[in-house]
């Protein structure tokens, strides 16, 4: 399902706004419809990838990697290994947070100009729901509000066999002027 992001992005356009007049055409084969890009600017998953090595952290810790990037959207996998694990070789809670956390933050961040403005973390939840020991999780962030002043994306992790949901998270972001 497409969401018309005509209604949620300001009308007027502020200076770190996205100008929606590119179309994309969406990368999921079962879906041929035509969606309004919301990013700030046309990016690839090769420079979200390259951004990523560039600057290792805690996600390239856990093995965190881009996989889809689409008009309204961005994907990525982590693997359920020893590093991602807690005491009874479950998924970790937290894992799943950094994994959704990586996944908001970076989208959001797509959104606004980083000239002039930056996206900061202000709060996370996340449900988990299914118990995962082994292979990999995929997450997808979709925004349910790109505003001036505050950003919310939903982050959806599921298994990457069966798509069975692991965890559903929401993301609040701040937009904060770039210094």
């Known amino acids: 399902m497409l969401i018309h992001y005509t209604r949620v992005l300001p009308s007027a356009c502020h200076s770190f706004w996205p100008r929606p007049a590119a179309r994309w055409h969406t990368s999921r084969p079962d879906d041929r419809r035509y969606a309004i890009m919301i990013w700030f600017k046309p990016t690839t998953l090769d420079e979200l990838k390259e951004r990523m090595t560039a600057r290792p952290g805690l996600s390239t810790h856990l093995g965190i990697e881009f996989t889809e990037l689409g008009p309204d959207f961005l994907s990525g996998r982590m693997p359920v290994d020893s ?20 996944l908001g933050s970076v989208a959001g961040g797509l959104v606004v100009d980083r000239d002039a403005a930056r996206v900061v973390g202000l709060e996370i939840n996340a449900n988990h729901v ?38 559903i998270s929401r993301l609040t972001l701040a937009v904060v002027r770039a210094k």
């Open 130 to 167: 299914k118990a995962v020991s082994r292979g990999f999780v995929i997450g997808t962030a979709r925004p349910l509000h790109v505003g001036k002043s505050t950003q919310v994306w939903e982050i959806r992790i599921e298994t990457e066999e069966a798509r069975a949901l692991v965890c």
């Open 83 to 102: 590093r991602t694990h807690q005491p009874y070789g479950l998924l970790h809670g937290g894992a799943s947070c950094v994994l959704a956390e990586t």
